[in-house]
């Protein structure tokens, strides 16, 4: 079904999970393009590579900055210093990111986010480059500024990592491999997602190998409104790492967050990839999802990160990477190894993604403030 799958996206078919199996392009393209709560919306890029000016800017060591509280101003938020110059509260409406200056790591709403550039303190106030204002802060803060329209939701494309001669990570004490538990999660968030009424892209039914481009593809022919990528983790000689990591595709000009490691090759690109026009509406699905496996499940928090993923980057709509645990961890992997784990981790996305769509209808943060 994988290889039909991956011939049907490239001859401009395309394999739906749901009403109709099997679709041409024409039934692809039908008129029912709203989210089932939300008919008649716009289904327009939004979060393109030119978004939301109207921040002031000043160029620190040749980067454009915002400071934090142009940044407050803009999007209409409240800016406590905790420490003026170094440490800083934004607030607002159910929402609230803890900002400290040098650090690659902010809060937002209990969060971990990396953004792309290390934060700044520089005469008394903190800057963040601009392109983390934009694509970082404003989406989790107030979803929707400075992009427009909104983008629909309706059709979903759930892609289970790996698969045939791909095993992913292998737990061979347990007996578990991460192809089979990727599919079985896909297909458990399948059954919740179709209950409410979306329909669902599955880019692998059954233990096949599908490549990475064509798994975009499937996306793309099938017209999908969001593509999230399901995966697991694992380390090497680490039995005790847990936890999620929620990964978008870095934007133009910013490094994957692995790679801001001292001595790591620096992979910012110069130019900018399809899904990076998807780049605001991405960091809202991303924050949902983190926060409905941080809050729900209880699972250590490893943060929301970007990597330059070949499986996101030509992505026509908004697009994320979830690793939904450790194969490697010991008591993580016996829990994932379990039905009624599994069945949890569908329940979070499913939520997650329910969450993102709410998101869009009512420009609300997708994580609520977590105390």
């Not at 069945?343 to 329910?354: D, K, N, P, V, W």
Request: hydrophobic share 45%; net charge positive.
């Amino acid at each position: 079904m994988t290889t039909r799958a991956a011939r049907l996206a490239m001859t401009g078919a395309v394999l739906w999970c749901g009403p109709a199996l099997v679709g041409g392009a024409a039934e692809a393209n039908g008129p029912l393009r709203a989210a089932p709560t939300r008919p008649g919306a716009s289904s327009g890029a939004a979060g393109g590579d030119s978004a939301a000016a109207g921040f002031p800017i000043r160029k620190i060591g040749g980067v454009e900055h915002v400071s934090l509280a142009d940044a407050a101003t803009t999007l209409g938020l409240r800016l406590v210093w905790v420490e003026r110059g170094r440490k800083a509260v934004l607030t607002g409406t159910g929402v609230r990111a803890e900002i400290e200056a040098e650090s690659r790591e902010i809060r937002v709403n209990g969060l971990r986010v990396f953004p792309g550039d290390a934060v700044v303190g520089l005469g008394g106030q903190i800057y963040l480059s601009r392109v983390d204002v934009e694509r970082c802060l404003s989406p989790m803060l107030s979803p929707g500024h400075g992009v427009a329209p909104r983008p629909a939701l309706w059709v979903i494309a759930l892609d289970a990592g790996h698969g045939g001669n791909d095993p992913g990570k292998v737990n061979p004490r347990l007996g578990i491999d991460e192809k089979t538990l990727t599919l079985d999660v896909a297909r458990r968030t399948t059954r919740l997602l179709e209950a409410a009424g979306y329909r669902v892209v599955l880019t692998r039914e059954n233990d096949s190998f599908v490549a990475l481009p064509q798994r975009a593809a499937m996306a793309n022919v099938g017209r999908a409104d969001v593509f999230v990528s399901i995966h697991f983790n694992a380390l090497v000689n680490d039995a005790k790492t847990s936890g999620v990591e929620v990964f978008t595709f870095a934007p133009r000009t910013q490094r994957s967050t692995n790679a801001a490691s001292l001595g790591a090759r620096n992979d910012a690109e110069s130019h900018a990839s399809p899904v990076n026009q998807h780049d605001h509406w991405s960091v809202v699905l991303a924050q949902a999802l983190h926060r409905r496996f941080v809050t729900e499940l209880r699972t250590a928090d490893r943060g929301k990160k970007l990597m330059h993923l070949a499986v996101l980057r030509p992505l026509q709509c908004p697009g994320v990477l979830i690793e939904c645990g450790f194969l490697t961890s010991e008591t993580e992997a016996r829990k994932i190894a379990t039905p009624g784990y599994r069945q949890q981790l569908a329940e979070a996305l499913a939520a997650g993604i329910r969450d993102y769509a709410a998101a869009l209808e009512g420009g609300k943060s997708a994580a609520g403030v977590r105390r």
